[in-house]
């Protein structure tokens, strides 16, 4: 038997919009409806493989139940914009599917389902309905079945006759009655006032329909009965009206319901619109003859596989010759990026615009002297895709430094810095429309990955031709978004400046941290004793379900929340609310913090060590939505600090020699100075260009206290206010914070925003602007989107808000110390000096200083740091020297 698959348009992208967080194009379109409603197309179509396929929508004008019931379907909240503007979309995604869209004035989606699947009982065609809707349980019949979408995208129960008398004891056709009996919310249709599901299958099974129990209403005792005989019209108009037509005369073709091949050219043009490209991606598993070559023609692919071919292949000579010091061209380079050893350079690739191409496989190491050096020495502007990998592999080799002016990678991290990784198959799919073949290898934006296999000649001319044509679609949008200075300025300078700092390294002291090692790990067995002895038995402290056993039923102690069924949650957060009076939680969160710290930063560490005795770690540019860099392998910025195991570690971060000292310039309150600036509140403003202690003064105003009387601990309160402030904390985060009552925390942050309301303007207008624009920017430009401001969950737009007021601001901060990085690389390299930048961790730079130059960096240092952004508040650093990393306060 032939089969029809039937879906309710709306039902399906209404649940998918819901269900998704939000999702926006480059162009501010909101795609997540859609990209769900495709998402769960895909998995129908290949689990249904039907012969027949149509999606029914409602159109946005009243229907013959209107007519009937002026009320119906009133109440409901307002439909999203976000989401109303993603139905034509739909129907342009279904019209290049060629899946038929059917719709009717006047007439409901379930009507037209109706119609086309009584059409189908009569021509024999066995037909499954989607919806999200039960109203359509009623259509069920001896070749009909329904599939309803309980939550999310992925949660469906499908229904046939024996399902509906299992689940309600029903045939389709009286769910009706139970319709009419219990009424409908979400339609507004009443029923009878105190009949629910259980009260109207009961009543069913007693009296048959809902004229039955009408006819009968006499018989039926109580308040049940009195609201059967006040509210029996409207039982019978809720009947009416949720029965669903089966013969709309609505004009169409069993011919054109058709399952067939999309039309691959229009449905790619689409997918690049909607930035779908892992949809793209699908398509070519599924083309193949005609539609293989629709795929070549509307991306692009064609014509970079022609322009590949057209590449004349030149020695390093000639290209040296041809190719003039400083013009563009693109680069490649295939380096392990090892920062455990010296990193080699297997293969090397440089193409010009006048499709000259030098390609060397399996590189020398004269190779790497020769012509690398000879290649950096002609000041190429490179463009590439992850360049820093390659200009690490030439300060370690001790070469010239390349010269990097468009990284694809960091220009796609400036347009969309919410992406979770930057590939060149994503932005080939993105700007050119290019679907890679299956036996494509995905090059991946870390270079230290090993690649699963080596490109061949031809990809890897195809490769160069795709990194230059994203460059070139690339452009344009950085311009239109006023992105492009910041990338110029100081995200491309960047690359050499980490490059560099990953060169240089940090000396490890091995037996200095294996001592440490050897402390911490005798504390966590001393920890481990505790608990164990505190517990009267001896368990496994490291297992979860072990120590909730212990705790919540040997020992007895009140679990602080909603108990679920499972073994119950020993997280951090729980064990927080217990361990004052319950001191053994407090020393399990000490076991574990301990435990980590041995693991990640003793034993860890380590295996981390170069050869020459130096930790490496890896830079990330591309990374975090704010603009900050992260560090990894290891991860340095997260070291406590604040601890004094943890600040011991530090200990075994020593120079280099007995003529070095580390030199470290933190700058004071960076992100509360940008605040006070962009604000433009007079108060701070003035208060931090005369050196005052802003939190005392914060203390001062908020707490009503004479700036003489502010105690030790005024001051810390107020400090945590301001920075509060700063990330949008509510009252219960600071309540949680200070450990205070909520009412006296909010009232701290109603006060401060009294004493400064150009703050609370500020950040008032980051929120707004981010509503109207779904995105904010930093002082420098950088732009963040944040696409959770049209969420309909609570949580997601309390989300928005505090990205909203924060990122400004730490963003801000991220791009001044990425500016202070360069200044201070740039000099040290411009006047040859021996000391170097060897560290970045949050808002501190770190060189490491030759003696006799100490003096001299001491002062670019805080010059250039101090000088990297032109705010209305004076920028200040504080500056430390020692022997050690533990030195640096």
Known sequence: MEKLI????????????????????????????????????????????????????????????????????????????????????????????????????????????????????????????????????????????????????????????????????????????????MGDSSDNLPGIKGVGEKKGLALLEEYG?????????????????????????????????????????????????????PDYESLIKIYQELQFNSFISRLRKRAGGDAEEAIGQVSSLDKIEDKADSLKDVEMTDFLKEVGDGSRVVFWMDTDDSHLETPSARRVAVLDPEKKLFSRKELTPLDQETILEQIAGKRYALTGFDLKPACYTMAMLGLSALAPEWDIAVAEYLIDPNQSGYTVEKMAAKYLGVIPEKKDQKVKSKGKEEQERELSDDELKKLLVSVENIRRAQAPVMEELGVDRLFRGCEMPLINTLAAMECAGMKVDVSVLERSGQEIQGYVDDLES?????????FNVNSPKQLSQVLFEDMEIPYPGRKKTGTLSTSADILEKLQDEYPVCGKVLQYRKYKK?????????????????????????????????????????????????????????????????????????????????????????????????????TASRVFNIPLDQVTSRDRSRAKAVNFGIIYGISGFGLSEDLHIPRGEAQQYIDEYFVKHQAVKEFLDRQIQEGKDTRLVRTYFGRVRQIPEFSSRKYMDRQLANRLAMNTPIQGTAA?????????????????????????????????????????????????????????AVDLKCDVSTGKTWYDLK
Do not use: W
């Not at 505790?530 to 001896?538: D, L, S, W």
């Open 6 to 181: 039937i879906i309710d348009g709306n039902s399906l992208l209404f649940r998918g919009y819901f269900a998704m967080r939000p999702m926006v194009t480059k162009d501010g379109v909101y795609t997540q409806g859609v990209y769900a409603f495709v998402n769960m197309l895909s998995r129908i179509l290949q689990e249904g493989e039907p012969d027949y396929i149509a999606v029914a929508f409602d159109m946005r004008k009243p229907t013959f139940r209107h007519e009937i019931y002026k009320d119906y379907k009133g109440g409901r909240q307002k439909t999203p914009p976000e989401l109303l503007a993603q139905i034509p979309i739909m129907k342009r995604v279904l019209e290049a599917m060629n899946i038929k869209v059917m719709e009717l004035e006047t007439y409901e989606a379930d009507d037209i389902i109706g119609t086309v699947t009584a059409d189908a009982e009569k021509a024999g065609i066995e037909s499954l309905i989607i919806s999200g809707d039960k109203d359509e349980l009623q259509l069920i019949g001896p070749h009909t079945r329904v599939m309803i979408n309980k939550k999310g995208v992925t949660d469906f129960d499908i229904y046939d006759t024996d399902a509906m008398q299992e689940r309600y004891g029903l045939t389709p056709e009286r769910f009706i009655d139970l319709k009419g009996l």
């Open 209 to 261: 329909t809902v004229e039955g129990v009408i006819e009968h209403s006499d018989e039926i005792k109580g308040k049940l009965g009195e609201n059967v005989r006040e509210h029996k019209e409207d039982a019978l108009m809720t009947k009416k009206l949720a029965t669903i037509k089966r013969d709309v005369p609505i004009q169409y073709d069993f011919s054109e319901l058709k399952y067939t091949d």
């Open 530 to 538: 505790q608990i164990i002895k505190e517990a009267g038995q001896t």
């Open 597 to 697: 710290l041995l693991g990640t930063y003793v034993e860890g560490l380590i295996p981390l060590i170069c050869y020459d005795g130096r930790i490496r770690p890896h830079f990330n540019q591309t990374v975090a939505a704010t603009g900050r860099l992260s560090c990894t392998e290891p991860n340095l910025q997260n070291i406590p600090v604040r601890d004094d195991y943890g600040r011991a570690l530090r200990k075994a971060f020593v120079v280099s020699g007995d003529d070095m000292l580390f030199v470290g310039a933190d700058y004071s309150q960076i992100e509360l100075r940008i605040m006070a600036s962009l604000s433009g509140d007079e108060n701070l403003i003035d208060a931090f260009n005369k050196g005052e202690d802003i939190h005392r003064i």
């Open 815 to 871: 791009d001044i110390i990425k500016i202070a990085m360069n200044k201070v690389y740039e000099e040290l390299t411009e006047r040859k000096m021996k000391s170097r930048l060897i560290l970045q961790i949050h808002d501190e730079l770190i060189i490491e200083a030759v003696e006799s130059e100490v003096e001299d960096v001491k002062e670019l240092l805080v010059r250039n740091m101090e000088s990297a952004a032109d705010l």
